[in-house]
């Protein structure tokens, strides 16, 4: 039976290293949270990111506007959050509405305030290995939580189902960095249980309710699910979790794995733009 890698314990045990050394400052970080429109996920995930920034010692200025503001005011808002000197990082929560260029508005944000990491100057450190630049969330999390419960990828086979910006592409940079050998898998892969099985991490940030079975996996692999599907009031990952965690040796559950992880490693960034530099 996997071991469950617990994503609360450890992100709240990241929240109070975050929290002490905040306190520390002159001023506390404040973050600045930007909701376009009314969908009720993008709410809920703001709430939990005001909650998280109130349990670190971090100012959180929720600004909820309506859809109908446009991308071009929207912008101009971002551009007056990037010259107030006690605003430590900028946040639109994604997904837009309709009618908005994404990358439009995420290049608005000053690289000095991107604590989400999509800015293209962070984005390219990132990819460059320059430092120093924020760590995407997500993929950032993953790491933390792999080396908590000391799994070393060096030498080992990780396979990431899923090649996107903001999660499979940095995922499997990471991993690289840390001396993996590296498979991205996406929809175009062909037999994608031929390479799955194969993996002693894999990683998936699909959003496909089990598409990961266990048939696909390898025994003792170290199973990574980063896939958040609603299905009414319930979340739920990308693989079968009960069938799964019977051979694999890790396992992260949905939720309370990765999802934790994911906002302390924002809550992370924010304090780092804080303190001036970019990596805590």
Wanted: include cysteine.
């Amino acid at each position: 039976m996997a071991i469950i890698l617990d994503g609360n314990a450890l992100a709240k045990r990241i929240r109070i290293h975050v929290k002490k050394r905040a306190i520390l400052l002159p001023a506390p970080p404040e973050l600045a949270v930007i909701l376009v429109g009314n969908d009720p996920a993008s709410q809920v995930y703001v709430d939990n990111k005001r909650k998280d920034c109130e349990k670190c010692g971090i100012i959180s200025h929720v600004h909820h506007v309506d859809a109908t503001l446009g991308e071009a005011r929207l912008i101009s808002l971002i551009h007056q959050l990037n010259t107030q000197s006690e605003i430590s990082g900028i946040l639109v929560q994604m997904p837009l509405p309709e009618g908005y260029n994404p990358q439009n508005v995420l290049h608005a944000i000053s690289p000095e305030k991107d604590v989400d990491a999509f800015h293209p100057l962070t984005v390219g450190n990132f990819y460059l290995g320059s430092t120093p630049t924020f760590l995407p969330c997500t993929p950032a999390g993953v790491m933390e939580l792999l080396d908590a419960y000391e799994i070393d990828p060096q030498g080992k086979h990780a396979v990431v189902v899923g090649a996107s910006n903001i999660v499979g592409k940095p995922m499997a940079t990471l991993l690289l960095a840390r001396n993996a050998t590296v498979t991205t898998c996406h929809i175009y892969t062909q037999n994608l249980a031929s390479h799955t099985r194969n993996a002693d991490i894999l990683v998936v940030a699909v959003g496909k309710v089990n598409l990961i079975t266990a048939d696909m996996v390898k025994p003792s692999a170290v199973v990574i699910d980063i896939g958040i599907n609603r299905e009414g009031d319930t979340l739920r990952g990308d693989v079968d979790f009960e069938a799964v965690k019977k051979i694999a040796s890790h396992i992260t559950p949905v939720p309370g794995g990765v999802g934790p992880m994911t906002r302390a490693m924002l809550m992370r960034n924010t304090l780092n733009a804080a303190l001036g530099r970019s990596r805590d």
